[in-house]
C-alpha cells in the first residue's frame, strides 16, 4: 500500500495481482467508498462503470491510462475518494494525492522488476 496526504487529503493505494492482471484500489478523504471501475485492457478499451451522482471515475481512468502505460498489464481501478462539500481546490488536492499515489506505485513496481533480472 501506497498513501499521500494528510488527515482529510489522505489518498491510499492498494494494488493487488490477479493472475496476469491487476486491480488497484484507490480511496481515501473522509468516506473511502466505491465511486467508479475503470477496466483496461489496451489502450484503446477502456470501460468505466460509475456509481450514481460519484464523479470519481475522472481519478480512475485518468490512473488507469498512466498505469497501464507503465506496466503493461489489463487492470482494473477501483476509486472511491469522497469529501463533504469539497470545493475545487481540495478536489485538486485529491486528485494530486491520488497522483502521487501512482507515481510511487510505479516507482516501486519499477524497482521490483529491476530486481528480479
Request: charged share 30%; with cysteine; aromatic share 4%.
Amino acid at each position: 500500500m501506497v498513501s499521500a496526504g494528510e488527515g482529510r487529503y489522505t489518498v491510499r493505494l492498494e494494488s493487488y495481482n490477479v493472475g496476469k492482471d491487476m486491480l488497484i484500489v484507490i480511496t481515501g478523504g473522509e468516506e473511502e467508498h466505491i465511486g467508479s471501475a475503470t477496466l483496461i485492457e489496451s489502450k484503446d478499451h477502456l470501460q468505466t462503470m460509475i456509481k450514481k451522482g460519484h464523479q470519481d471515475h475522472v481519478v480512475s481512468e485518468r490512473m488507469a491510462n498512466i498505469i497501464y502505460d507503465t506496466i503493461g498489464k489489463d487492470l482494473l481501478v477501483v476509486c472511491g475518494i469522497h469529501i463533504d462539500d469539497a470545493s475545487k481546490e481540495e478536489i485538486d488536492i485529491l486528485v494530486d494525492n491520488a497522483q502521487t499515489c501512482v507515481d510511487r506505485f510505479i516507482s516501486k513496481e519499477a524497482d521490483g522488476r529491476r530486481k528480479r533480472f
